[in-house]
């Protein structure tokens, strides 16, 4: 079965960095670009920031750009995004998906929340 | 950034009933090699979103024949032939043809 399962998020004070991570397993992962997705409470998705099958070459949204990054480890079937200088607009479930023609597979969101 | 603008935002549906999504896109969505990566997401109460329509018009597989896109350059629709129980959520538009990839605001569908 295709899955991502996203973990490493929690409650962080501003300022403050977390590092989530995304097991893939089902599908041939180092084949695959993948993204990082958020959803603040209540609100609509956001795309947050993008990397190629063998990590390298990246790209963020403005609104991250600077102080998160975007990172894989093939050999473990692992994404990952280091989040540093949090802010509370930081705030949202954070997805994993697979690129195929836009984001197919999702994973189940990692709840992040900066606060003091 | 391409905006994505979708219609209705609140959608009211009776069960058995069609129903329709309109996006609109700010610019072109056809990318320099024909294609046009339009998709179209479900995300039910409390899930993660799911995709349905990938490039326009291709439904992802499981998908029910029920869904359907169309459209074309910066103008599309998502369609349901017969509303079910199981279709209450939020509907999302997104281009993946530029950067950064856009999502619509999201189409809220309830049954009446």
């Known amino acids: 079965e295709v899955q991502l399962v996203e973990s490493g998020g929690g409650l962080v004070q501003p300022g403050g960095s977390l590092r989530l991570s995304c097991a893939a397993s089902g599908f041939n992962f180092n084949k695959y670009w993948m993204h990082w997705v958020r959803q603040a409470p209540g609100k609509g998705l956001v795309w947050v920031s993008h990397i190629n099958s063998d990590g390298s070459s990246t790209t963020y949204a403005d609104s991250v750009k600077g102080r998160f990054t975007i990172s894989r480890d093939n050999a473990k079937n692992t994404l990952y995004l280091q989040m540093n200088s949090l802010r509370a607009e930081d705030t949202a479930v954070y997805y994993c998906t697979r690129a195929n023609s836009g984001p197919d597979i999702w994973g189940q969101g990692t709840m992040v929340t900066v606060s003091s | 950034d391409v905006v994505m603008t979708q219609s209705p935002l609140s959608l009211p549906v009776t069960l058995g009933q069609p129903a329709s999504i309109s996006c609109r896109s700010s610019q072109s969505l056809v990318y320099s090699d024909g294609n046009t990566f339009l998709n179209w997401f479900q995300q039910r109460p409390g899930q993660s979103p799911r995709r349905l329509i990938y490039?326009?018009?291709n439904r992802d597989s499981g998908v029910p024949d029920r869904f359907s896109g169309s459209g074309s350059g910066t103008d599309f629709t998502l369609n349901i032939s017969r509303v079910e129980a199981e279709d209450v959520g939020v509907y999302y538009c997104?281009?993946?043809?530029?950067?950064?990839?856009?999502f619509g605001q999201g189409t809220k569908l309830e049954i009446k």
């Open positions: 997104m281009q993946a043809t530029h950067w950064p990839y856009t």
């Open positions: 490039k326009v018009s």
